[in-house]
């Protein structure tokens, strides 16, 4: 089996993995799939769950795609080669309860015809309510994870994250961040692509685990103020994914299948004009949505 | 009384104009003005109106901003220069009612310390439900304002709308269209600069009497499944204006004041994944979303 191949084959099964994590987790709604075949090379498998006790609307995506680069992808990466092979995992799910985060992960494999490859990917947690002591657990797990591999990937990673995941028109981060990182190879990990290939099957098991523990307050009655600071906090959600977001970006302007990109989006979100936080939690999140914060 | 002096006097005036007329036509609702000012020089007045009996949500803003271009518009225009001047008047106005449309304008005056100037601007409407009738007579009324000015001009605006205001990943027209032109200056269009002022002012009082004519169906009594489909179309315009709308982008990537700019997104929007059209007037809507129609 080639490289390719191998990672083509661990990322199916790591869909498939946290497809059944999540399903055990929630209890009632099952992924419906969807298969697609791009016209230029490959396809994928779109797996969408709604209508859940625990998600309202979540995705888990896996694509493997080939051909030649559009020149516009081609020359924003420096690329001197325009064959290609990507392959992915992606995942957004958004909570009904406004007391459990939103959460995002996405784990990628690149390569040029030339030879050239590169790892990609992130875990990032945006609750609706930031609380310090989750927020806190999440980090130790991603860290840890990190920590298996190399001793400066979670700093490193963890501040990525936070300069990544940043609404920079509000000068806020988008929740509470968590890891991020991109063009990983051999040279700049000091591990081998096997080694590389590991760390990142290790990221995309940490999700199931990571995400079952911020799910506590499922259960917890909804006061019906949260709900509308919920959408609102969608809504910020939204602004990222439309306007910075690089793998929407990247699928919008390949014409890459849109109904799995967007899939990221929120069942709803709301808009009010230069809206205030009306109570301590709403202000409490507010100051927590910054950069540079040691959540360990 | 210089040039951009009287720009800005009469796009004041038409402000205090459209406000009044919105006033009179929502019958329940006033707007407030919040007054800001721009660090770099100039500033505005944003004026909101809320939960009306027929606006639920919506925005008439008017700035006059100046000082030097940041690098990135600067670049972004091939200019040489980087004082400037830039003044407006932008709406966006989302009903209670879906079978009442959003409408948007936006007409604007930039001039550079060289003495290079331009007008800009356009008007659209987008029906949650398209009706031929209703776009027939939106289109008439834009036609008669530009006739008066330039035989070309509609039908060159017009068209200029159509590809303006599309939603490429998804190969659709936010709505109808209406029109859109910008970089008008006298070798451009066979007018004056002083006409084309009067092109401007001509445009933006069309506005009123042309939403006016929109709202016939304001009281119609509100089936829930077209609430539903009203919240997607909003969907659809908050892509539109988050990943291609110039204005938008212009607006953040110069950290203008965000909500002011971001007033043109709606209460809500929702998304649904793969959603498709469950009725005739679903359907229908979608099939007219397309460029090149001949309204009139």
Redesign the interface.
Known sequence: MSFNQSVQKSLELLQDEICLGLENLDGRSKFRE?KWVREGGGGGRTR?I?NGDLIE?G?VNFSAVHGKLPDVVKNSLGATENEFFACGVSIVLHPNSPYVPIIHMNVRYFELGDGTYWFGGGIDLTPHFVDRSLASKFHKRLKHTCDQFQPDFYPKFKEWADDYFFN???METRGVGGIFYDKLDEEKSNLSKDELLDFTLAVGQTFVPAYTEQTENRADPIVEQDREWQ?LRR?RY??FN??YDRGTKFG?ET?GR??SI??S??????????YQPRNSRERNTMELLKKGIDWI
Do not use: F, N, T
Not at 265 to 274: G, K, Q, T, V
């Open positions: 969807d969408i709604e609307k995705g920079k028109h509000r959408r809504g939204v602004e439309l306007v919008l014409s849109i109904e967007l899939m989006l929120p069942r709803d979100a709301s808009w009010i004009y230069d």
